[in-house]
C-alpha cells in the first residue's frame, strides 16, 4: 500500500498560480511511476503528468506543457506539481496515482495506476 495526500488546491484567478503536494509513505516510494491526473466536471479523468521512479523520464500532457512542472523528492516522499498560466479550462479534481509499472505518458491507462489520492479541487475563475 502507499497512501496518498493531496493538497494545495483551491480558487485562483485566471492566470494565477498553484502548487499541489502529494504525501506519500512507504520506503519504496522511488520504484513508482508517479502522476498527476484530473477530472473537470463531466468529462473523463485525463492524464496531466507522469514521472518515472528516477524521475529521469517525464511526460505532459499538450493542454499543460510549458505551464506545468513535475517534481517528486524521493527523500521527503513528496510529488508536487507546479501549475503556473492557469486558466479556466484547468479546473478541475486534481489526482495523486502511483503505479508500480512503467507507462508511457500517453499510454497511461487509469489501470496502470495503482495506488490513488483522493483529490483536490482547483478551481480557475476567468
Known amino acids: 500500500q502507499v497512501p496518498l495526500v493531496e493538497s494545495g488546491g483551491g480558487l485562483v484567478q485566471a492566470g494565477g498560480s498553484l502548487r499541489l503536494s502529494c504525501a506519500a509513505s512507504g520506503r519504496t516510494f522511488n520504484r513508482y511511476l508517479m502522476a498527476w491526473w484530473r477530472q473537470a466536471p463531466g468529462k473523463e479523468r485525463e492524464v496531466v503528468a507522469v514521472?518515472?521512479?528516477?524521475?529521469?523520464?517525464?511526460y505532459y500532457t499538450d493542454s499543460v506543457k510549458g505551464r506545468f512542472t513535475i517534481s517528486r523528492d524521493n527523500a521527503k516522499v513528496l510529488l508536487s506539481l507546479q501549475m503556473n498560466s492557469l486558466k479556466p479550462g484547468d479546473t478541475a479534481v486534481y489526482y495523486c496515482a502511483a503505479g508500480r509499472n512503467y507507462c508511457s505518458g500517453p499510454g497511461c491507462s487509469e489501470d496502470d495506476m495503482d495506488f490513488w489520492g483522493k483529490g483536490t479541487l482547483v478551481t480557475v475563475s476567468s
Open positions: 514521472m518515472s521512479g528516477s524521475g529521469g523520464t517525464i
